[in-house]
């Protein structure tokens, strides 16, 4: 059975389920109580997360039941849980990024996984507070849009760096440094990014996040 089949109530519970299970663990990483399991841990809940905005994306278009947005309150403050993260993810917390990979000759730009996961968790948090008030459409109309528009790329992005840090790191593969790049500054191209990358091997970082090379690598 198809989604679009779902009677809308069940495809609410399933997707905020979801949605809830991933706000939860996300704070859980920032804590930084398991340091050396959060790359792994938080790769694994963005893979899933992505899972319902999929099925978000893949479903009809979904319409509000009012023609203005219903007031939820004051928007919940993600800077504590971006703060956090930034600590606890320092060492890779800066990746670069092509926005729209239908844009030809896009320029990357400099991004920060803190702050990827901090928006997403404002985004799926806002739909969140609908979906609790008994308004189903409304939260299921903001999830898809706001998926569409900007929690779904930005947890892709993120997803993409890193699982390209998991690769480094398992492949025994050296890492470009991105530390230096301001992420205020999108105004680069791909020499600079490459003349700012310092080479550091991925071991260095592999440690204190969880990571370890491939076994067959460790045998080497």
Partial sequence: MSDNALDPNDFAVQISDQIESFILSVREVAKGDDPDSAVPYLLLEISQLLLAGGRLGAHEDILPDERYEPDIGPEPDADELRERL?????????????????????????????????????????????FRAGRVTEALWWWQFSYLSNWGPT??????????????????????????????????????????????????????????????????
Avoid: W
Avoid at 106 to 125: E, F, G, Y
């Fill in 86 to 130: 930034a600590v606890l993810l320092e060492p890779i917390d800066v990746y670069s990024e092509v926005f729209d990979p239908y844009v030809p000759r896009s320029t990357p730009v400099a991004c920060r996984i803190s702050d990827d996961l901090a928006d997403v968790v404002t985004d799926l948090s806002h739909g969140l507070a609908h």
């Fill in 155 to 220: 947890a892709s992005a993120s997803l993409r760096a890193l699982q390209s840090l998991v690769a480094h790191v398992r492949l025994d593969s050296p890492l470009d440094a991105l530390d230096g790049l301001d992420t205020d500054d999108n105004s680069g191209d791909e020499e600079r990014l490459a003349e700012e990358a310092g080479k550091v091997m991925a071991a260095e970082i592999a440690a204190p996040l969880g990571l370890r090379p491939t076994s067959r690598q460790q045998q080497a």
